[in-house]
């Protein structure tokens, strides 16, 4: 007969098991040092191919609509529009990870079996993030698996560090007088000279060793510094292969790229110079030309893809008669052109700041496609970036002798910030930012829509994206209290391609007043109004409208930036005393 064997509480206490806080700090150690070597191992293959960074990336590719515009529109003290969203998702993907680590490790207190899955999990995660890239290459599984084996290998060392520190207090608590029985006399000192009686540590200075005659609570002891030490190393370790990940990812020196084509920048057909009157900016208006420090940002980079120009080529391939690979310099080598133009971010509100203007330097994109042979049917310009992101551009638009679409290398008679593309990106007038404007560019492909979906399409923004015609008020502003009589009102208008006609203003919903408008330097570019308005005490509303070269009027009807670009009046409040 067999007989049923019961487990004591006393005995239960006894199971070795590690601490909570201690199993939880430790897989976080442990996952610390698997994204730090992944980090470190793409620093030196490819930025881009860092576990964590192509995580975050995938977020970026696969988000729903609902989450990118939330994104978009977050903002957090200190950050420009345009770097908050990609801080907080960065934060966000690490708070995740320090959760999922943490749980590992609570549910790897009597067996390292449960966090060596998770380990193994999310490191398939990052080698499946990796590989699913836009702009993947066969050697960019090298950080993810360098990831993988560093996560195991250290999970498996802290955890049995972590459960031997275990077993031992455990022993511990089972005897603790076995060593020194009531009325026993101490065990006889047989420590070597030049030592500590009990001294764990050897005469040549070595690490220390357990003393037999000590005890469980010295073996303990011994345990648990064992335990702190090699915690401090995976933590410095860690720390130290991120730091270093990130240095050799910024190696790439992009500013003395940037000096040494410089002087080559030198456009055959430059801009025209900016008249005289082309802006209000004594009144309050912008000045015409945005300095590169000031244009607006608006894009998916999580991390700025560095390139310097030596290294830098493009294919032009797809439904084309001939393929082309253009180097940078194949790019010097052509005639380099000047023009100034405004772009226009599709997420930009009534009245809202995304909108700068820059005279761009580059090469014709029309001369390129025809030099390639466009084949009919093909509707599309597929482009991508060296971070992954794509856009789709209506080709005919592309294609149209008076457009303008242009590769641009600089900007402002300097080359492009690394911010703004640096070193090659689209510049295609008229059309708004996400279809037209690739930053970093990587790869031109002729296609068809039916064929191919870019980035915003598949969150559904519209296919074809001309700018709408805008104005905005930026005197007063909003909320402002004035003397009471005559007030100076200014903004800006702009109508891509089309160019502005007439600019109207008026108060309180009454008869509208056309304002003077600004030097025209080109159908491409924002022009600015100003007007004099009698205002009588109180609270008014100003509002502005305008009117494009084809008679087109801004429309009142609002309407959110989704799926085409935002549309209505823009107005202020403001108060006359």
């Known amino acids: 007969m067999s007989t049923l064997e019961v487990t004591s509480p006393a005995e239960a206490s006894t199971e070795p098991r590690i601490p909570a806080a201690q199993a939880a700090v430790g897989s976080v150690l442990a996952f610390g040092a698997a994204l730090g070597v992944g980090h470190l191992v793409a620093g030196v293959v490819s930025p881009l191919s860092s576990p964590y960074q192509a995580v975050a990336d995938a977020v970026v590719r696969i988000a729903p609509p609902a989450l990118v515009e939330f994104g978009k529109s977050l903002t957090l003290p200190g950050l420009p529009v345009g770097r ?64 993988l084996g560093a996560g195991l290998w250290t999970f498996r060392w802290l955890h049995e560090k972590a459960m031997a520190l275990a077993v031992d207090r455990a022993a511990a608590r089972a005897r603790p007088d076995a060593t020194s029985p009531p009325g026993a006399s101490p065990p006889p000192d047989t420590s070597p000279p030049g030592t500590s009686p009990r001294d764990p540590r050897p005469p040549d200075g070595g690490p220390p060793k357990a003393d037999p005659d000590a005890g469980p609570g010295a073996a303990a002891e011994l345990s648990r510094r064992r335990l702190l030490l090699s915690s401090a190393a995976v933590g410095a370790g860690a720390a130290g292969a991120g730091v270093g990940g990130y240095l050799l990812g910024a190696g790439v020196d992009v500013a003395q790229s940037q ?35 000031d244009f607006y940002r608006i894009d998916t980079a999580l991390r700025l893809p560095a390139k310097a120009a030596a290294d830098w080529s493009m294919k032009v391939h797809g439904m084309v008669d001939r393929e082309l690979t253009i180097s940078y310099q194949d790019l010097l080598n052509r005639p380099l052109i000047e023009r100034s133009v405004t772009l226009t971010c599709v997420s930009n509100e009534v009245g809202g700041d ?22 009919p049917g093909a509707n599309q310009l597929f482009s991508t970036s060296l971070d992954g992101f794509t856009a789709g551009t209506p080709t005919d638009v592309v294609m149209e002798p008076g457009r303008g679409a242009m590769l641009a290398l600089g900007m402002n008679s300097a080359p492009l910030p690394l911010e703004h593309g640096y070193p090659v990106r689209m510049v295609v007038p008229g059309l708004y930012g996400y279809v037209s404007a690739t930053k970093w560019l990587a790869d031109l492909e002729l296609t068809t829509f039916d064929a191919k979906q870019a980035y915003w399409l598949q969150r559904g923004w519209a296919q074809l994206a001309p700018i709408k015609t805008q104005s905005r008020i930026d005197r007063p502003r909003s909320g402002e209290s004035m003397a009471a009589g005559r007030v100076t009102a200014a903004g800006i208008a702009w109508a891509q391609h089309r160019g502005i006609a007439k ?72 108060n006359a005393r």
Request: hydrophobic residues 45%; contains cysteine.
């Open 84 to 147: 908050a969203d990609k801080f907080g998702l960065l934060l966000g993907v690490g708070v995740v990870v320090l959760a999922v680590a943490a749980l590992a490790g609570l549910a790897s207190r009597r067996s390292a079996r449960p966090g060596r899955r998770v380990v193994i999990l999310l490191g398939l995660l990052g080698l499946a993030a990796v590989v699913s890239s836009p702009v993947f290459t066969l050697p960019d599984v090298v950080a993810p698996l360098a990831s």
């Open 354 to 375: 995304l909108i700068s203007t820059a005279n761009f330097i580059g090469v014709s994109l029309r001369d390129l496609l025809v030099e390639a042979g466009v084949r």
């Open 259 to 293: 000096s040494a084509v410089a002087t080559q920048l030198r456009p055959s057909s430059p801009a025209a110079p900016i008249p005289a009157g082309a802006d209000f900016a004594a009144q309050g208006t912008p000045s015409f030309l945005t300095a590169n420090s």
């Open 503 to 574: 600019v109207e203003v008026r108060v309180d919903a009454g008869p509208w007043q056309e304002a003077q408008l600004s030097t025209e330097v080109s159908a491409d570019t924002w022009r600015m109004w100003r007007v004099d308005l009698t205002v009588p005490p109180g609270d008014h509303t100003l509002e502005c409208r305008a009117t494009d070269t084809t008679g087109e009027t801004q429309t009142a009807v609002p309407a959110p930036p989704v799926p085409d670009g935002a549309s209505g009046w823009p107005s202020i409040e403001l």
